[in-house]
């Protein structure tokens, strides 16, 4: 791979944020780390203490394949969406702090009117970050449309990542400032790196190949194909420790859980679990 480089980590602060769908005129705005929620789309955070003696009671003091199966069975207590509800989702989730008309793009960081979603030029879809094609399961209701690591992307953008796993290193991405890629792998901008892992580690303990589905699994390595793998673990381990879960990716964990799909991420409430897995 060409260049490597790190990254600041962001300030981690909590809070959730319930809001309304509403359509937009698209706007070219950078917002590369939205802030918090604004006057009337706040609630209550939810606290990390709170999930403890509640909905993480099982899976605490473990640690190792212990700990991951103990998350697999906490979050796999799921609603699963289809294809055609994750879109109306993704416009809650995603929803522009500064703009209730726009969602903002993971990889380029552009809000984008909600309106926009579709397929063509100028567009938003929806992203799988981890590719469909690593296990094969498409848009079917599971990990096909599991909003936990669906994004709002550029249709150029998304189709530039590709299926490639991701790394550190590469060109600069047209259309997303401070993305590169190379013929084997993607590296978004800093300011989601730690989201993108978070998103990854997700689907290796949610999917265990228990429920019609492949086993996924992160690696320690590129070009995985169609194997229900993805890498770069180590780069994905040192995203999840310089990029820490910020606001926008905690509403939107809370979203999820109260709105959608009723189970979270554990590695944006507990990022150290991580380590403790792998």
């Not at 199966?69 to 609603?79: K, P």
């Not at 690593?134 to 690591?149: A, E, L, M, R, Y």
Request: aromatic share 8%.
């Amino acid at each position: 791979m060409s260049r490597r480089h790190h990254l600041a980590a962001r300030p981690v602060l909590a809070l959730c944020a319930a809001a309304a769908v509403l359509a937009g005129s698209a706007s070219a705005a950078p917002a590369a780390t939205p802030p918090a929620a604004t006057s009337g789309t706040a609630a209550a955070p939810t606290g990390t203490a709170a999930l403890d003696d509640t909905y993480y009671e099982g899976a605490l003091g473990k640690t190792g394949p212990a700990l991951k199966s103990a998350l697999h069975s906490i979050i796999s207590d799921q609603t699963r969406l289809s294809y055609s509800a994750v879109w109306e989702a993704l416009k809650v989730t995603d929803q522009d702090p500064r703009n209730s008309a726009n969602v903002v793009l993971l990889y380029s960081g552009i809000s984008r009117a909600k309106s926009r979603n579709g397929g063509a030029v100028g567009d938003w879809n929806r992203e799988h970050v981890w590719a469909q094609s690593h296990g094969g399961f498409g848009t079917s209701q599971g990990p096909g449309t599991d909003v936990h690591h669906l994004r709002p992307e550029d249709v150029q953008v998304n189709g530039i990542r590709g299926n490639k796993d991701f790394d550190n290193g590469g060109s600069p991405v047209s259309g997303a400032p401070g993305n590169l890629t190379d013929s084997d792998s993607y590296e978004p901008r800093d300011a989601v790196k730690g989201d993108v892992a978070r998103m990854i580690l997700y689907m290796a303990v949610r999917y265990e190949g228990n429920d019609s589905f492949a086993d996924l699994e992160p690696n320690d390595r590129v070009n995985n194909g169609s194997s229900p793998l993805m890498g770069r673990l180590s780069v994905l381990k040192q995203w999840n420790d310089e990029d820490p879960p910020d606001s926008f990716e905690k509403r939107r964990n809370d979203l999820i859980f109260s709105q959608f799909q009723h189970n979270r991420n554990p590695f944006i409430d507990h990022p150290e679990w991580a380590e403790s897995i792998w």
